[in-house]
């Protein structure tokens, strides 16, 4: 027991030690902040159930959409959910963890409910009612509510035909985020996670010792981040009338990952054009082409190879994967200027 509360308090102070550094690095920065998009992140879950109370004082009310792709009782989908709605709890825990790794960041965050049970947690088979929301709620997530990222902490033993339909449409135009599986060297890699244009996430401790129940890594990149014993919200009802549990797991590295994807999305976005200014000025053509070189690396930086490729900034290989640590971009004493430079010498190749 006092193991696990040694464990729990550990992961607190990682989610904390990551916002004090992002913090930090903006505190540093001199010149005004420009006004841009927010980054949006959608989740695709089993919905979400955070009191309105949490929403507003904890995560300054920037979850700005909750919808279910399950059919009601007269067979449609994709409505508003007008209440809370989450009988699992899976969501909700997810939701809140992707909150709390974007506590400094102006992140808008978006809720799909496309499971009402534990299906897509176990690899087993996706039903085909399942199959069809996952499918459309991705679609809407990205057409409508326009997000930059989604994170999925589901995953299955076979692709899905309609499911990989979508991802290969719109692979340049989001990041995706999927959870590795926690069968261990049981079982490969579920999918999505596998598929080449979807950002595998696996699970470490907060000191970057990997998750006992990870799959094998694969030949190549294996981001890795914090995933066990994290505290996240939790639907009362399920849960003793209590807000908060403890969960271990890929599913809980997923969010945490695509959060700190968001927090860098949102850098690059708020200090483009204090980046420019600092530049010296050549000519205004020179200046027009520095601008149109930095809006090529954002739209690099919004494609799952350009997110991997500056992820790496932050890792360090351990264990046969590559632990993600923030603090190793943010807290180097540089300012957001000379981050912003380090990102750009990672996408320039690309």
């Not at 006004?35 to 879950?45: K, L, N």
């Not at 809370?84 to 409910?113: I, K, N, R």
């Not at 035909?161 to 135009?173: R, S, T």
């Not at 598929?195 to 030949?219: E, M, S």
Request: hydrophobic share 40%; proline share 5%; with cysteine.
């Amino acid at each position: 027991m006092a193991y696990q509360f040694f464990r729990a308090m550990s992961s607190t102070k990682w989610l904390n030690d990551l916002n004090d550094s992002v913090r930090r690095s903006a505190s540093r920065h001199r010149p005004a902040i420009a006004v841009h998009t927010p980054v949006r992140v959608a989740v695709i879950d089993t919905g979400v159930h955070i009191d309105e109370d949490t929403l507003l004082l904890k995560y300054d009310g920037r979850l700005k959409e909750c919808r279910s792709w399950l059919e009601d009782a007269n067979g449609d989908a994709g409505q508003m959910m007008l209440s809370p709605a989450d009988s699992v709890g899976h969501g909700t825990h997810a939701t809140s963890l992707l909150l709390q790794a974007t506590q400094h960041t102006p992140c808008e965050v978006y809720a799909a409910q496309v499971f009402d049970a534990q299906e897509g947690h176990d690899r087993g088979a996706a039903s085909q009612a399942t199959q069809v929301a996952i499918t459309r709620a991705l679609k809407y997530a990205i057409t409508v509510w326009k997000v930059d990222i989604i994170s999925m902490s589901f995953g299955y033993q076979n692709a899905i035909p309609a499911i990989e339909e979508v991802i290969d449409e719109y692979a340049g135009k989001v990041i995706m985020f999927a959870a590795a599986s926690n069968c261990g060297g049981n079982a490969p890699i579920s999918w999505p996670a596998r598929h080449p244009n979807v950002i595998c996430v696996f699970a470490t401790d907060a000191d970057g010792n990997f998750y006992r129940k990870n799959p094998t890594p694969q030949k190549g990149t294996n981001l890795a981040v914090l995933g066990t014993s994290v505290g996240g919200c939790w639907p009362p009802a399920l849960n003793d009338g209590g807000h908060l549990q403890h969960k271990s797991g890929t599913s809980c590295a997923t969010p945490i990952a695509a959060g700190i994807a968001g927090v860098l999305m949102n850098l690059m976005r708020a200090r483009k054009s204090a980046y420019l200014e600092s530049l010296p000025t050549v000519s205004k053509l020179w200046n027009e082409k520095k601008k149109l070189k930095y809006e090529q690396h954002l739209r690099t930086l919004g494609k799952p190879w350009g997110m991997n490729a500056v992820l790496g900034l932050m890792t360090e290989e351990r264990q046969g994967y590559d632990y993600i640590a923030p603090w190793r971009l943010f807290d180097n004493d540089n300012e957001d200027r000379d981050i912003v430079k380090e990102i750009l010498s990672k996408l320039e190749p690309l």
